[in-house]
């Protein structure tokens, strides 16, 4: 005989990171709705994040969650942590985010915290600065882990780009524009 009061294990943790109640003025009065941040991952390099709206906290925190299940991205992890800095300006949030030495663990305040961990980087350091709203340095921490490139992604973008060099772009008569390799 089954249970059926047992929930299922879901495949990614989640965790609320911010809940707001909203207010909406019309004619008959206010309107209160609640509006919750939620960011969702596997601890093995997928994350996401998003806000739901409804008008009790429970409904907002399942939409998000559906909606951050559609908004997953793969962070590239190398050895714990990330390949490269990078500093991202979203709004008026900047995140940095910088590698760090194994056993250094996470380096990281309030909401860009919650969205690393839930990407499975144990070592980063990271400074968030300019904005105080979670939800705006949810979103540049998101931005800045959508920048992250892997070692091969860049040499293959470098040996693109050297090749793109070689060719020279001339202009013929009829005003066609046709490229030709030049040698060294």
């Known amino acids: 005989m089954k249970k059926f009061n047992k929930k299922e294990k879901s495949e990614f943790d989640q965790k609320i990171i911010d809940i707001a109640r909203v207010v909406r003025i019309v004619a008959g009065g206010r309107r209160f709705r609640f509006r919750a941040t939620v ?22 925190v399942s939409k998000a969650v559906t909606q951050a299940k559609k908004n997953m991205i793969t962070v590239p992890i190398t050895n714990g942590t990330i390949p490269h800095e990078v500093l991202v300006k979203l709004g008026a949030a900047k995140i940095f985010l910088k590698p760090a030495r194994p056993g250094t663990g996470i380096i990281a305040g309030g909401a860009v915290r919650s969205v690393i961990e839930l990407a499975g980087i144990k070592d980063i350091v990271s400074k968030m600065q300019g904005s105080s709203n979670k939800t705006n340095n949810v979103q540049a921490t998101i931005s800045a882990l959508k920048n992250l490139r892997t070692t091969e992604v860049i040499l293959l973008e470098k040996d693109k780009s050297s090749k793109n060099k070689d060719k020279k772009e001339i202009k013929s008569e009829n005003g066609v524009r046709e490229e030709k390799n030049v040698k060294k």
Not at 39 to 60: E, M, P, T
Request: net charge positive; proline share 0%; charged share 25%.
């Open 39 to 60: 960011a969702i991952g596997d601890k093995r390099g997928r994350v996401g994040v998003a806000i739901g709206k409804a008008s009790d906290v429970s409904s907002a």
